[in-house]
T-cell receptor, first 114, second 115 residues
Framework: TQLLEQSPQFLSIQEGENLTVYCNSSSVFSSLQWYRQEPGEGPVLLVTVVTGGEVKKLKRLTFQFGDARKDSSLHITAAQPGDTGLYLCAGAILRLTGRRALTFGSGTRLQVQP | ETGVTQTPRHLVMGMTNKKSLKCEQHLGHNAMYWYKQSAKKPLELMFVYSLEERVENNSVPSRFSPECPNSSHLFLHLHTLQPEDSALYLC??????????????FGPGTRLTVT
């Protein structure tokens, strides 16, 4: 079983601060996804990164896939209270059967105080 | 609106009850999934259906029984559950189970409490 470790597990910051969340594994992934989950809702896909070293930006969010495709980071600039939620990374591997399997990290719970 | 709906949103059931969770996707996807989300644990994949055929069962106890009558609907039938089965049950869909990105679209979940 591939293990995805996310750090930190919890993060409480003030509005306007910057933060980085990390997602690490010893496994190589064909792609890696980031989701945000708000209380009482299901996870919502934010971005998919596919190529080693790839950087994608979504407004104030910057996602990076490690060169070796084993790790990823999410950087939020000038955090807003609306960024509050559980951030999940998920790595996809291709099995011998040809089917893909998605492994989720345990998440980083972010609280942005106004 | 995520395109994936789940009912009921909340369910309380006794250990001897039988209930069913329903999921419907309006995205034209052909793969559907059941996940279990417990406190302090990563999302656990339970079942995968591709083109209405169950292609994965991750050692889930038989008290959970999935059903996929067509590519838009997925059910999870529950019977004689245990208190430790209390969790958020999430349904998801994707465009194929073998695509390069395997992006999942989740419903809002059913919060299940077993008493």
């Amino acid at each position: 079983t591939q293990l995805l470790e996310q750090s930190p597990q919890f993060l409480s910051i003030q509005e306007g601060e910057n933060l980085t969340v990390y997602c690490n594994s010893s496994s190589v992934f064909s792609s890696l996804q980031w989701y945000r989950q708000e209380p009482g809702e299901g996870p919502v896909l934010l971005v998919t990164v596919v190529t080693g070293g790839e950087v994608k930006k979504l407004k104030r969010l910057t996602f990076q896939f490690g060169d070796a495709r084993k790790d990823s980071s999410l950087h939020i600039t000038a955090a807003q209270p609306g960024d509050t939620g559980l951030y999940l990374c998920a790595g996809a591997i291709l099995r011998l059967t040809g089917r893909r399997a998605l492994t989720f990290g345990s998440g980083t719970r972010l609280q942005v105080q106004p | 609106e995520t395109g994936v709906t789940q009912t009921p949103r909340h369910l309380v059931m006794g250990m001897t009850n039988k209930k069913s969770l329903k999921c419907e996707q309006h995205l034209g996807h052909n793969a559907m999934y059941w996940y279990k989300q417990s406190a302090k644990k990563p999302l656990e994949l339970m079942f995968v259906y591709s083109l209405e055929e169950r292609v994965e069962n991750n050692s889930v106890p038989s008290r959970f029984s999935p059903e996929c009558p067509n590519s838009s609907h997925l059910f999870l039938h529950l019977h004689t559950l245990q208190p430790e089965d209390s969790a958020l049950y999430l349904c998801a869909s994707s465009q194929g189970a073998t695509g390069p990105n395997y992006e999942q679209y989740f419903g809002p979940g059913t919060r299940l409490t077993v008493t």
